[in-house]
């Protein structure tokens, strides 16, 4: 009987511990274990080669997991059902991306994962979120305006 020792490392080097190894599966059967760094190092190459499918499936796995939404489609739906504009404000020069003041943020109920209740302007988004959790707040805001 042939006696298996087991490999120590990756074709490209890593160390195979059970702490480095990923078991991988083709057609949904078990193919083997897999290198993490190898598997790192494979995704980031896939990622700079194509940004635009990486984007999109890191965007609609965050607004599934986040607010119930599960496509850029639905979340698009659903500011062209707002008229394309702040549910808010009624703001309309906003856009999806990244950065923070001229993009569109989605409303959610803070504490409660997966909800949404509109698509907001920054400047909405912040406003509504301070207003819902200190009452406080808006007191102090009120005094303040009516001093001036």
Same mark, same amino acid.
């Given at each position: 009987m042939a006696n298996h020792k087991q490999k120590s490392q990756c074709i490209n080097g890593h160390e195979l511990?059970? =702490?480095n190894t990923y078991q991988t599966y083709k057609n949904g059967m078990k193919n083997g274990r897999k290198c993490r760094q190898c598997g790192r190092d494979d995704q980031k190459v896939y990622r700079g =080669? %194509?940004? !635009?499918?990486?984007?999109?499936?890191?965007? =609609?796995? !965050?607004?599934r997991l986040r607010y119930g939404i599960n496509s850029i489609e639905e979340r698009d739906a659903l500011l062209t059902a707002q008229? *394309?504009?702040?549910?808010?404000?009624?703001?309309?020069?906003?856009?999806?991306?990244?950065?923070?003041?001229?993009?569109? %943020?989605?409303?959610?109920?803070? *504490?409660?994962v997966g909800t949404h209740r509109g698509i907001l302007c920054a400047r909405c988004n912040v406003i509504v979120g301070i207003l819902?959790?200190?009452s406080v707040f808006i007191q102090k805001c009120r005094d303040y305006l009516a001093k001036w």
């Open positions: 511990s059970p =702490e =080669e %194509h940004p !635009q499918d990486f984007y999109r499936r890191r965007i =609609e796995s !965050q607004m008229g *394309g504009a702040c549910a808010a404000c009624g703001r309309t020069d906003c856009k999806w991306g990244r950065g923070w003041l001229n993009v569109w %943020h989605i409303d959610h109920k803070h *504490g409660k819902e959790t200190s």
